[in-house]
């Protein structure tokens, strides 16, 4: 599985920006899939994961009620809609397989900067 992650910019704090995270190679339908980011100077985190119908979500305590994960299957592409951008929210944002937990096996994309201006 290829996983291309876009929609990253520059914005500025409380504005909205949506990712999205396109899959080639492979159906991603049958997979959880999950946003992590990696801001400069910190380690990898999870942001946010949504299960293969997009029925069930998890997200990290820092982005509840901002961000919303969604997947169009039919589509092979996994959205993370952020709201109410803050500073903090400055990363490099990933896409991969899986849930929160970080696996060997996990497909990643490329990551899409997003930076928040204060």
């Known amino acids: 599985v290829q996983l291309q992650a876009s929609g990253g910019g520059l914005v500025q704090a409380g504005d909205s920006l949506r990712l999205s995270c396109a899959a080639s190679?492979?159906?991603?339908?049958?997979?959880?899939m999950a946003w992590f980011r990696q801001a400069p100077g910190k380690e990898r985190e999870f942001v946010a994961a949504c299960s293969w119908n997009g029925g069930s979500t998890d997200y990290a305590d820092s982005v509840k009620g901002r961000f919303t994960i969604s997947r169009d299957n039919a589509k092979n592409t996994v959205y993370l809609q952020m709201n109410s951008l803050k500073p903090e929210d400055t990363a490099v944002y990933y896409c991969k397989t899986g849930p929160r937990a970080i696996r060997g096996f996990d497909y990643w994309g490329q990551g899409t900067l997003v930076t928040v201006s204060s």
């Open positions: 190679g492979r159906t991603i339908s049958s997979y959880t």
